[in-house]
């Protein structure tokens, strides 16, 4: 975990102080990036706790498109939920479930869903050379329903080959808590999405 231990090197070297919403402060720098090879290992950070259990059972959660954590199994949404467990329409309702309206030949409009992860997996499947593989979480009409704004907004994946990459964009990433569960997270959902398409995850 080369690049993760760089990284934070880096910030604390180079960061600039700032103030945030928490009132606690950061140490930021804007827009860094980093690379994990998964044909070398699975990229799981050693160098502090990370719950692994939590971190799949997240992603199964936000996969199944829930919003409650009654259904997750783990505490880690719990600070932020309501008391019956409701977060809003948070990363799995934007995944599986994104409200579009259509049109009707009379003219009125019919809410419907769009499914972005089945989306994405026949892209994958049918549409390899497609530079629209794209699952965003940020759905700009929903924010203020949001109990935590997404922090991992978007990711890209493209196929090359038999080789599948997935690009992640992070509007907002926590280096000591966060990012270690993020790189676990998207590293996890790569495999699952290679395995489902018969790609080999890069």
Same mark, same amino acid.
């Given at each position: 975990?080369?690049?993760?231990?760089?990284?934070?090197?880096? +910030? /604390? *070297?180079?960061g600039?102080e700032?103030?945030?919403? %928490?009132? !606690?402060?950061?140490?930021?720098?804007?827009?860094?990036? #980093?690379?994990?090879?998964?044909?070398?290992?699975?990229?799981?950070?050693t160098?502090?706790?990370?719950?692994?259990?939590?971190? +799949? /059972? *997240?992603?199964?959660?936000?996969?199944?498109?829930? %919003?409650? !954590?009654?259904?997750?199994?783990?505490?880690?949404?719990? #600070?932020?939920?309501?008391?019956?467990?409701?977060?809003?329409?948070?990363?799995?309702?934007?995944?599986r479930?994104?409200?579009k309206?259509? *049109?009707?030949?009379?003219?009125?409009?019919?809410? %419907?869903?769009?499914?972005?992860?089945?989306?994405?997996?026949?892209?994958?499947?049918?549409?390899?050379?497609?530079?629209?593989?794209?699952?965003?979480?940020?759905?700009?009409?929903?924010?203020?329903?949001?109990?935590?704004?997404?922090?991992?907004?978007?990711?890209?994946?493209?196929?090359?080959?038999?080789?599948?990459?997935?690009?992640?964009?992070?509007?907002?990433?926590?280096?000591?808590?966060?990012?270690?569960?993020?790189?676990?997270?998207?590293?996890?959902?790569?495999?699952?999405?290679?395995?489902?398409?018969?790609?080999?995850?890069?």
């Amino acid at each position: 975990m080369k690049q993760y231990l760089d990284q934070l090197k880096f +910030i /604390l *070297e180079n960061g600039e102080e700032k103030t945030d919403r %928490t009132g !606690t402060g950061t140490i930021s720098v804007f827009g860094m990036q #980093a690379r994990y090879d998964l044909r070398e290992g699975f990229p799981l950070v050693t160098t502090k706790k990370t719950l692994i259990k939590s971190i +799949i /059972l *997240e992603l199964l959660w936000f996969l199944r498109g829930s %919003t409650n !954590t009654n259904d997750l199994g783990c505490g880690i949404w719990d #600070a932020w939920a309501k008391e019956d467990g409701s977060l809003g329409p948070v990363y799995g309702y934007q995944w599986r479930k994104w409200e579009k309206f259509v *049109e009707n030949a009379d003219g009125t409009f019919t809410k %419907t869903h769009v499914d972005q992860i089945a989306q994405i997996i026949d892209m994958l499947k049918n549409k390899k050379d497609s530079r629209r593989i794209i699952v965003s979480a940020w759905n700009v009409a929903d924010i203020d329903k949001m109990a935590l704004p997404p922090c991992h907004a978007f990711f890209q994946l493209n196929v090359a080959g038999d080789f599948v990459d997935l690009q992640l964009y992070q509007r907002s990433a926590d280096m000591a808590l966060g990012v270690p569960f993020n790189i676990a997270s998207y590293s996890l959902l790569l495999m699952m999405l290679a395995q489902e398409t018969g790609l080999t995850p890069r």
